[in-house]
């Protein structure tokens, strides 16, 4: 049974940092690329950030130069480094373990994903 655990959210101050983990058991993650969501309340499911199997990376514009994804296959282990948190990023952080090895051009659609987690919540204070 796969399971995908998400861990890290808080409450912090506008400017202030946070790193989510992703736990993934069941599944051999080095198949398959991962990625990050996001739904506040009210709004629509967002994705934030996507890592192929050979690591490269693709981040939604409003997150860019702030959000970092990296992974560890051995660990089963996905992080998000968020820095310089806004109001905005307040959300519900979800992780995702794609079908596929790659992201694909419509990684951020949520079409592609085949286990989820459960969420976690991180709320910026301005």
């Known amino acids: 049974q796969v399971q995908v655990v998400e861990s890290g959210g808080g409450l912090v101050q506008a400017g202030g940092s946070l790193r989510l983990s992703c736990e993934v058991s069941g599944l051999a993650t080095y198949e398959h690329a991962m990625a990050w969501f996001r739904q506040a309340p009210g709004l629509g499911r967002e994705g934030i950030s996507c890592?192929?199997?050979?690591?490269?990376?693709f981040y939604r514009d409003s997150v860019k130069g702030r959000f970092t994804i990296s992974r560890d296959d051995r660990k089963k282990i996905v992080w998000l480094q968020m820095s310089s948190l806004k109001p905005e990023d307040t959300a519900m952080y979800y992780c995702?373990?794609?079908?596929?090895?790659?992201?694909?051009?419509?990684?951020?659609?949520?079409?592609?994903?085949?286990?989820w987690g459960q969420g976690t919540q991180v709320t910026v204070s301005s």
């Open positions: 890592i192929s199997w050979h690591e490269w990376t």
């Open positions: 995702a373990v794609s079908r596929y090895d790659r992201c694909p051009g419509s990684w951020s659609s949520g079409d592609e994903y085949i286990y």
